[in-house]
């Protein structure tokens, strides 16, 4: 049985500039890393366009800054392109991997960046500094970034599903953006109200990133438009 | 079963199917070794 994501999940739609980027900014994204997000795509079966989606919205698809230096904001060190923090990531690849739901050409990949043993016992979750520090570095290459970036939501979709197999890309960017632990998704609203509930309850900056996402003429809109993939 | 027995049974199963669909609804999906490999269809009403 397959899963689903309905788009639009909403009528809003998100500002003119951003709209303007989507035009803009994404086929100069796609031509420099469409190689690196189609990879990622395919080792975690997950539509491309929610990986170009994600990364308009992130970075506008900047991975570096104007002095070189790769992207890194906040005190979860949110880095790159897909502005995924070394945290989540260490957490939810460990799942991933304790659960037996990375494939061999998957891990194969990871470990080529990353060399942890996720599955050994005596791997400490959450990451010790030196660990993150290694997850931090491995996220400066854009290649890993993207895929991090995809095993987290791949997972994060998954557990948004409803019994029917509906995924809710709404609730999934409520905590790849806010946390895995946000207060936003104990609610009520967040566990069985739809997407205009998820955003009434969302962290302010989350509001804006859902309907980029997933409104009507946001950026999963656009690409699925206009084909792109 | 008198009167009062079918009534006791009528709403014992209607908080019943109300708590099984409330259940059904909270309920988070869990990722599993299989799920993994399920593809995953986008279905785009513009």
Redesign the interface.
């Known amino acids: 049985m397959n899963f689903k994501i309905k788009i639009p999940l909403i009528q809003t739609e998100p500002d003119d500039n951003f709209k303007t980027d989507l035009i803009k900014s994404s086929p100069v994204m796609i031509n420099k890393y469409g190689a690196y997000f189609r990879l990622a795509a395919a080792l975690t079966n997950l539509p491309v366009q929610v990986l170009y989606s994600m990364g308009m919205v992130e970075s506008t698809g900047q991975h570096y800054k104007a002095n070189g230096s790769v992207i890194v904001t906040g005190a979860e060190q949110s880095t790159g392109i897909m502005q995924i923090s070394p945290n989540m990531f260490y957490e939810v690849y460990m799942k991933e991997v304790r659960g037996g739901r990375i494939s061999p050409e998957l891990m194969a990949k990871v470990s080529s960046y990353l060399p942890i043993d996720f599955k050994s016992k005596s791997t400490p979750q959450p990451a010790t500094a030196a660990l993150k520090a290694q997850v931090l570095k491995a996220l400066q290459d854009p290649q890993f970034n993207i895929l991090a970036s995809a095993i987290v939501l791949r997972r994060l979709l998954e557990e948004s599903a409803n019994a029917d197999m509906t995924m809710r890309l709404d609730k999934a960017i409520v905590k790849y953006n806010a946390g895995l632990y946000v207060a936003a998704a104990k609610t009520t609203e967040y566990q069985t109200g739809d997407t205009a509930a998820v955003i009434k309850v969302a962290p302010a900056i989350t509001k804006g990133y859902i309907v980029k996402v997933v409104g009507k003429n946001g950026a999963m809109y656009y690409f699925l438009l206009n084909k792109i993939s | 079963m008198g009167k009062k027995g079918y009534i006791i049974l009528a709403v014992s199963l209607v908080v019943a199917s109300a708590a099984f669909y409330?259940y059904?609804?909270?309920?988070?999906?869990?990722?599993?070794?299989e799920?993994?490999?399920?593809?995953?269809?986008?279905?785009?009403?513009?």
């Open positions: 409330f059904r609804k909270t309920r988070a999906f869990v990722p599993t070794q799920s993994a490999k399920h593809p995953i269809e986008i279905v785009f009403n513009p």
